[in-house]
């Protein structure tokens, strides 16, 4: 017997990973068109740079200690910045329990040579944290996209740190709270919590950090993208709208818009509380199904934003059919789990996402399992 399709489809689909949903009310006719067409270092170039950036501040509530500037090359790009200009001072330890904390490991292994610490945990599940070694510089992933694992709070990090702590935070800001005062660099992109256009990366630099880049300066080569130093000081110029490469102000108005519906919500209490109640929605789904699960069975270390599942008896194919199923009728998509992940689905519960939503999914999912198990 075939299954019934669900009366209802979500209104706007599930992405996996990023690109995420847009906001609600998105559309690109909403957005300032002053700055397109024009140079990012013209007068109204450099000022929608500079409120995008104070937008960013103001909605993560970070303090004036820290500086944010607009990098190329998405997340990776930023993180690798940080990496490539600050890591060789002291030791490094590397911690990785999903793909993107692999993928710092390589970099610091095969790229830099520099021999770290790696301290790994399987798909699901956290290291021992406050084993860490915090004499060295300390390179971590906050909220573990391709896994559904982040780390509980910023305790684990000592106040009298010798290392830096470098945190991938690119599907945390905006979710949780972060500790500033326990993060000398942290990372994101526009295109996961916000649902913004990909490409460009964020850059969050402590007073530390700032420190080690105009005491420190590492053996290797640095590509033009990657310099944050000129004549021993801190390029300020960056982190005031003075991009190192050419940025696409589309994006940055796209970007823009969505911070301005985030303050429109009540800035970052809003989004966690949209956060909150889709991963809650989906909690319940997976309660009251005993064919799904969590990768991440303990709450306390769970996503709220990069929810991984597990699905009675699924490998691969079983995985991809069931994607399929649901993209064909334009209830979900790219939900399989990371490639590199136990098989498995992924669905972004990030504040774009409305709660109604969520919960529509719930007899999407009914429909895909029974018409496979059929």
Request: charged share 25%.
């Amino acid at each position: 017997m075939t299954a019934q399709l669900p009366a209802r489809k979500p209104a706007r689909p599930f992405f996996s990973s990023g690109p995420c949903a847009k906001p609600p009310g998105y559309s690109p006719e909403k957005l300032s068109t002053e700055s397109l067409g024009r140079s990012h270092r013209a007068k109204i170039g450099k000022t929608r740079l500079q409120y995008a950036i104070d937008l960013m501040r103001d909605v993560l509530e970070l303090p004036d200690t820290h500086r944010i500037g607009i990098v190329p090359g998405s997340d990776t790009g930023a993180f690798e910045m940080a990496m490539w200009t600050m890591l060789g001072a002291r030791g490094v330890t590397a911690l990785a329990w999903e793909s993107f904390g692999e993928g710092w490991v390589t970099d610091a292994v095969k790229q830099l040579k520099l021999e770290p610490t790696v301290v790994r945990a399987d798909y699901g599940q956290l290291p021992d944290l406050d084993k860490v070694d915090w004499s060295d510089d300390v390179l971590f992933t906050w909220n573990g996209t391709t896994s559904g694992v982040r780390v509980p709070d910023g305790e684990w990090i000592p106040d009298d740190r010798e290392g830096l702590s470098f945190a991938d935070a690119t599907s945390a800001v905006f979710a949780y709270d972060i500790p500033w005062d326990k993060i000398d660099v942290a990372t994101f992109s526009w295109q996961k919590v916000l649902g913004g256009e990909g490409g460009h990366g964020v850059l969050i630099l402590g007073p530390r950090a700032v420190q080690r880049l105009e005491e420190y300066t590492p053996d290797w080569p640095l590509p033009k993208v990657f310099r944050l130093v000129s004549k021993g000081k801190l390029a300020e110029g960056v982190f005031k709208g003075e991009t190192i490469n050419t940025p696409s102000m589309l994006a940055v108005e796209d970007a823009i818009f969505a911070l301005e519906w985030a303050k429109s919500l009540g800035g970052l209490k809003g989004l966690q509380a949209r956060s909150n109640a889709n991963s809650d929605a989906l909690d319940k789904i997976v309660h009251e199904r005993a064919w799904l699960g969590h990768l991440a069975e303990d709450r306390g270390i769970r996503s709220k934003t990069s929810v991984c599942l597990t699905v009675e008896g699924a490998d691969a194919d079983f995985i991809k059919a069931f994607a399929g199923l649901l993209e064909k009728e334009g209830a979900a998509y790219d939900i399989a789990g990371y490639r590199d992940a136990p098989a498995g689905l992924r669905i972004w519960c990030g504040a774009t996402v409305d709660t109604a939503d969520i919960e529509a999914l719930g007899p999407w999912l009914d429909w895909a399992w029974e018409s496979l198990k059929a």
